[in-house]
Each structure stands twice: as C-alpha cells, then as structure tokens.
C-alpha cells in the first residue's frame, strides 16, 4: 500500500524557516517523482514544487529562492525547506506522486495531476 507521510510542520514566527519531511511507507520512493502542495483555508490545493529521482526538481515563482526541495533516497523521504516564511504561507502542505504511468516525472503541479496523498501536516506563521 503506497503511504505518504507529511512531519515536520508547526508554529513559526515571521522570517522563520521550517523543513518539512514526506516518508514513504510500503513503497521504495527511489523512482517516483514527488510534489509538494499546500492549502490554506478556503483557497485551492496549490502546488509548489516537484523533484524526480535524480535530484533534479523545480519550484513555482512564487516560492523559488525561499523553498527548497530535496531527497534522500537512501532514508525513502523527501524534503521541503522553507525559509523566510510569512503568514501568507500558513496552510497545511502536503505530498504527493504523479498519477498514471509516468510516475517518475513531474508533471505540471495541478492537484488532480497527482495522487497517493498524505494526511498533510499544518504550517503557521504568526507572530
């Protein structure tokens, strides 16, 4: 059973950094791609970042140059750095694999274009 788990989320100040942590359970993550999406309330799932089983990945605008997207296949998860956080970005975030076949590339960072959800885990940024 192909399980994603979201850590690593909390409380933070403006300016703060927190990394977040996707671990797959019941499934080596070596070869699949994997995307990082967050949602605040009343607003969509709004997709974030993608990287692929070589290291290579990309952000959206809006988070290139705060965000960062990594993984170790060696411990099965992948990570999302965020640094310079503002309560604009308080959501719950969560990861994901592509749908379909070509599990191991990113394909555009809309919702219904990925699957195996996890439960996601809260990110607040206030003061």
């Known amino acids: 059973q192909v399980q994603l788990v979201e850590s690593g989320g909390g409380l933070v100040q403006p300016g703060g950094s927190l990394k977040l942590s996707c671990a797959a359970s019941g499934f080596s993550l070596d070869n699949y791609a994997i995307g990082w999406f967050r949602q605040a309330p009343g607003k969509e799932r709004e997709g974030l970042a993608c990287i692929i089983s070589d290291g290579n990945g990309y952000l959206v605008d809006s988070v290139k140059g705060r965000f960062t997207i990594s993984r170790d296949n060696a411990k099965n998860t992948v990570y999302l750095q965020m640094n310079g956080l503002s309560p604009e970005d308080t959501a719950v975030y969560y990861c994901?694999?592509?749908?379909?076949?070509?599990?191991?590339?990113?394909?555009?960072?809309?919702?219904?274009?990925?699957?195996?959800w996890g439960q996601g885990t809260q990110v607040t940024v206030s003061s």
């Open positions: 994901s694999t592509p749908s379909g076949r070509f599990y191991y590339l990113c394909p555009p960072l809309q919702h219904y274009e990925y699957e195996n």
